[in-house]
């Protein structure tokens, strides 16, 4: 008779458990050779990507809140402007207070490379590069590699087809992925670590242009998939932006390496 | 003598010497393009470029010397209607699709800035067709959201150019709005006109059909196959209808800036009642004259003039027609003022013509109809009339025997089909008949199309013929019960 | 038995002793827009180590390259002679010509040091730095410098030469180069070594 109570006790343990992975926590993802949506001549049949671990979902205003509070530095009174731009978190209330238009569960956005960098840096992590951040969204719902896929690439497309009027939705609230990762598509632009990575010319028409002058030796990156709009405009948002940069629809999430 | 000569040879060589006005330039008659296309350095306090939403134009810039121009133009991303009831998201120059106009002169220099809304999702740049340097600006102008960037060109070619986001994926850039026209006046200014007027088409692309409503998302893969839901002028159907037609008077000269942003289609423009004095072709410096349909390339433009003699509503379509009735791609130019009998009188004269049925034979439709008009109309006339009326349109089919094809067209002689039901021979002119039917015991297959082009009279006469005729069981059919089968209502009564 | 005016100085001095250096108090503080706000950790062609920061107190010209490079950045390095060879002797120890490499594996101070000697670099008025791993990015980011790892080691990177004043804010930048210095930069120059 008394197993029962200890059973329930376990299964709303597990219950609670499993609640808590569908928003925060880390997913285990185990690497490979990936080939990008981006011609990269340096690497024409894939980059190994070593097994690493990403974030389930963008980091929200409540986890930025805390860690703008136990780093003053990273205030937006207090922060330098060579390292965030005047808007940097312009949407709290105050410099350590969200108020009502920042809600706590929707991702931080206005921030810059340099802030959430810091951030990624205070719990022990990174940024994802880029080639980790392409691994991970190329799933879909079942699979891990969805890129071929038309449906894929349209419910993409119909994010950014929908305007930015509306307030973000919050974090964790999509269907999770193959690899169980939650807002890589339809929410907000993510930094990655090597954001200047992406040599882009800025008339994305010059598509593999020889300026090698421009880039030392190399041409301006193309893509090898002229199908896969979600890359080619994930690139050129990437692109345009500098490391003290923010907007609107540009959060992040972290990485670490085992 | 010698005197009166040489005056009247003196006012001759003036004459020729005076007549034209040939645009500046080296080779007889040229402008000789960008090569003569620079004035110089800007003289005079820069100007802030007057930028107007569409259907309006700046006023011309009456410079006589190149100025520094300053051009301030916004992305805004903007949900806004794309059809009654239908909602799209469309990326904007300015907050309008097509985007802000914008006027400059030859040999002005024009210092560019481009500002992304903050809460743009995209980074969005700008190619002017009429900037020389690399990606007409495109490449100079990729800003990020929140930002501004800025460039500087001079406008060396006069002519009507069209702007448009090359950023990738361009086609979904220009598919969304982002396009519009930048007129670079030729250095003696363009001849003075009372209404100007910019237009400009755009094939537009969603996953719902047309009118399908809604907020309808871009489909890439419609684009690609180019097969748009929407071909519009001024980026919404009924942006340039009902009260917000174009406005215009009867004595008036109009001139149309007319653009494309495509992305893909090719207009073939055309103003139903009106002639074009004068196209400047593909935005150019020559024109052409008495012109009814001007080709518009997908990422061109053209410029027409005309005069309005006669009131009325003038619709611009492109004359690819089902583009105008069925995605549409149609606007309103309303004229007002004096009618003008001798220039176009209207309708004069509506009477009866009864083509081949004037033809002796015919008479009984003649006095059926007459006979139906006082009201005591026969069985027997209506026989007679149906009888003529069969011949050439029913006996195609179905034989003037009423014996049809085998396999193909049911007989309609001695037809069980509607010996029961004599309503059935009305019905089946009027809303035809698809699907397996039986008749006589054999099984026929086909489509009779709806024959509803035939008047309630015609339809009437024809069944009582049929009903009458090679040995079916006799009955009439009557104009009102006809009438009643075409509004969908059952008639009254089922008389044998 | 001391005076008690002998015992307040005495206690005066010996507080005095016990604060910690105030010439780090005095300095002022660093500008918001100074690039050396990003903490970063290098070490030169001679193994020492140092903060981004204490490059603080003369103009610098900076830019990045990597020693393997075979192709724009020995073209980068030319330019800053050519400049360098444009100001007078008195000019040229009043600024610091900084190459900070974006290959931290390789570019070992050794190897550092190896370029100074074959381009006869005067260590008097020239740096060469390599950043720790995870602080490259950073120093590329406020530089506005973009650049990509190769899969074989190799980089591909935008070329900028930034001029920051004493305090490390950005005066000027040019993405020229050539076998002569970019006449608006080497103005630049001459306008932030003017007393």
């Known amino acids: ?258 | 003598m010698v005197t009166r000569t040489a005056i009247f040879l003196l006012a001759l060589a003036l004459a020729a010497g005076c007549g034209s006005s040939k645009p500046q330039g080296d080779v007889d008659g040229e402008t000789g393009g960008s090569a003569k296309g620079d004035f110089g350095p800007p003289q005079g306090e820069p100007v802030k470029a007057v930028l107007t939403a569409p259907p309006m134009v700046p006023p011309p810039t009456g410079r006589s010397a190149p100025a520094k121009v300053v051009v301030e133009l916004e992305v805004i991303e903007k949900e806004m209607p794309i059809s009654e009831g239908v909602t799209y998201t469309f990326w904007t120059f300015g907050g309008t699709v097509p985007g802000s106009f914008i006027r400059v002169r030859q040999g002005d220099t024009v210092e560019f800035h481009l500002m992304n809304a903050p809460d743009s999702k995209m980074p969005h740049n700008i190619d002017l067709h009429g900037v020389t340097g690399p990606g007409g600006g495109a490449s100079s102008s990729f800003t990020a959201p929140g930002h501004r960037s800025r460039f500087t060109f001079k406008a060396l070619n006069a002519g009507l150019y069209v702007y448009h986001c090359a950023t990738a994926p361009v086609g979904m850039h220009v598919a969304n709005g982002m396009y519009g026209l930048i007129l670079v006046e030729p250095p003696e200014g363009l001849p003075a006109v009372d209404r100007e007027y910019y237009v400009m088409q755009g094939d537009f692309y969603t996953t719902g059909r047309y009118r399908e409503k809604g907020h309808q998302p871009f489909d890439m893969q419609n684009a690609i196959d180019e097969h748009p839901t929407y071909v519009l002028f001024n980026g919404s159907e009924g942006a340039l209808t009902g009260d917000r037609a174009l406005a215009a008077k009867t004595g008036e000269n109009v001139r149309l800036y007319v653009g494309n942003g495509g992305p893909n289609l090719i207009s073939s423009f055309h103003v139903i009642g009106e002639i074009f004095d004068k196209v400047w072709f593909e935005g150019g410096t020559r024109f052409q004259e008495n012109v009814q349909t001007t080709l518009i390339p997908a990422g061109g433009a053209a410029m027409m003039d005309f005069h309005i003699e006669v009131p009325g509503s003038y619709v611009l379509v492109d004359h690819s027609i089902f583009r105008a009735f069925n995605k549409g791609a149609l606007a309103i130019l309303k004229a007002d003022g004096p009618e003008n009998k001798a220039i176009y009188s209207g309708k004069e004269v509506d009477e009866m013509y009864l083509g081949d049925r004037a033809l002796p034979n015919l008479a009984a439709v003649a006095t059926a109809a007459a006979a139906a008009k006082t009201g005591d109309l026969t069985v027997e006339q209506q026989i007679s009339a149906g009888k003529a009326l069969f011949a050439g349109t029913c006996s195609t089919c179905h034989q003037a025997d009423g014996r049809g094809l085998e396999g193909v067209f049911p007989p309609l002689a001695r037809s069980d089909w509607f010996a029961k039901d004599r309503l059935r021979v009305p019905t089946a002119i009027l809303q035809g008949v698809q699907g397996k039917v039986t008749v006589n015991g054999k099984d026929y297959n086909s489509i009779m199309p709806p024959m509803n082009q035939l008047t309630d009279d015609e339809v009437a006469n024809i069944s009582t013929y049929v009903l009458n005729s090679w040995g079916n069981a006799g009955g009439r059919v009557t104009k009102a019960e006809a009438a009643a089968i075409r509004k969908g209502i059952k008639p009254q009564g089922a008389e044998h | 038995m001391m005076r008690p005016a002998c015992i307040t100085t005495c206690l005066a001095i010996a507080a005095v002793c016990a604060l910690p250096d105030t010439t780090y108090a005095v300095e002022a503080a660093l500008p918001s827009d100074s690039v050396y706000q990003l903490d970063a950790m290098l070490v030169d062609q001679s193994a020492r180590p140092l903060r981004f920061r204490d490059l603080r107190g003369k103009p610098r010209l900076v830019t990045m390259i990597y020693t393997q490079c075979k192709y724009v950045c020995p073209m980068i390095v030319d330019c800053v002679k050519a400049l360098e060879r444009e100001l007078t002797p008195a000019e040229r120890l009043r600024i610091g010509f900084v190459l900070i490499s974006m290959d931290p594996k390789r570019d070992t101070p050794a190897a550092l040091q190896e370029v100074m000697t074959t381009r006869h670099l005067n260590p008097a008025a020239w740096t060469l730095l390599r950043p720790d791993a995870a602080g490259l990015r950073g120093i590329a980011g406020v530089l506005g410098v973009r650049y990509r790892a190769l899969a074989d080691g190799e980089f591909n990177h935008t070329t900028e030469l930034v001029l920051l004043d004493a305090d490390g804010r950005i005066l000027a930048r040019s993405a020229l180069i050539g076998g002569r210095a970019d006449p608006g930069l080497l103005a630049a120059v001459r306008a932030a070594l003017s007393p």
């Open chain 1, 1 to 258: 008779m008394r197993r029962i109570p200890v059973l329930l006790g376990m299964l709303s343990l597990t219950c609670t458990v499993a609640a808590a992975d569908s928003a925060g926590g880390w997913v285990s993802l185990p690497g490979g050779v990936f080939r990008s949506a981006l011609e990269l001549p340096d690497a024409p049949d894939g980059t190994r990507i070593p097994a690493f671990e990403l974030a389930r979902t963008p980091v929200t205003n409540r986890e930025f809140l805390d860690f703008v509070r136990s780093h003053p530095r990273w205030r937006r009174d207090r922060v330098p402007a060579v390292l965030a731009e005047s808007r940097y978190l312009a949407h709290w209330a105050g410099p350590a207070e969200l108020g009502s238009t920042a809600l706590p569960e929707q991702p931080v956005t206005w921030v810059s490379w340099f802030a959430a960098e810091a951030y990624c840096r205070s719990q022990n992590a990174r940024l994802p590069t880029w080639n980790e951040w392409e691994y991970a969204a190329a799933a879909d719902a079942l699979r891990r590699d969805a890129r071929s896929d038309p449906a894929w690439r349209e419910t993409i497309l119909a994010w950014y087809s929908r305007p930015s009027t509306q307030p973000l939705p919050a974090v964790g609230a999509d269907s999770a992925n193959a690899y169980g990762l939650r807002d890589l598509h339809g929410l907000v632009w993510e930094w990655v670590e090597d954001y200047s990575a992406l040599l882009v010319s800025a008339d994305n028409r010059e598509q593999g242009a020889a300026d090698s002058l421009e880039f030392c030796g190399a041409a301006a990156l193309s893509t090898s998939d002229r199908d896969n709009y979600a890359v080619l405009m994930r690139v050129a948002m990437l692109s345009s932006l500098e490391g003290a940069g923010a907007t609107a629809n540009l959060g992040f999430r972290c990485a670490r390496s085992p």
